[in-house]
């Protein structure tokens, strides 16, 4: 298992599923449950005021959702950046969170418009051997996360890039 650590999946060029296919996915490694994410490479074409036109605190916001994944569809899930943790997150890296929770979320919209830096629609979950069986037939590539990757990177790029990292780190 790789730990409790934040990690990057990168998809191997074979993985048909087109849920995943060409995906790089945050995965966090909960106390309950088995591994929990989201995908980092799915923009989609739909802003935060279309999709939540009755929402106060998001229907002037433009940016776009991305799609996170094919499990609770109907859920947001985000990324934040917290000073002290935040109830009903999961930590990712450093001051960043990951929650599905409206109620952090209506927190930390308040405190600062700029705090979350990614919104998604549903997300992506494994069974807790599901994931390492995945890894073992050479389904994904592991990297560890990093802030930059996970905020900066261009989403169109970012897969052929990780895919370049992980393939050249394996001798």
Known sequence: SPGDRAVLLVASPDL???SFAQTVVLVLFPEEGGPLGVILNRQTHVTLSEAFADEPQLRKRPEKIYFGGPVRLNALMYLF????APRNALPVLEDLYLSGDGIPLDEVLARSKDAVERFFVGCSGWAPAQLDAEIALGGWYVLPADLDTILK????TMWRLLLGRATAVKT
């Open 16 to 18: 048909r599923d087109p």
């Open 153 to 156: 990177a261009d989403p169109k």
């Open 81 to 84: 950046r917290s000073a002290e």
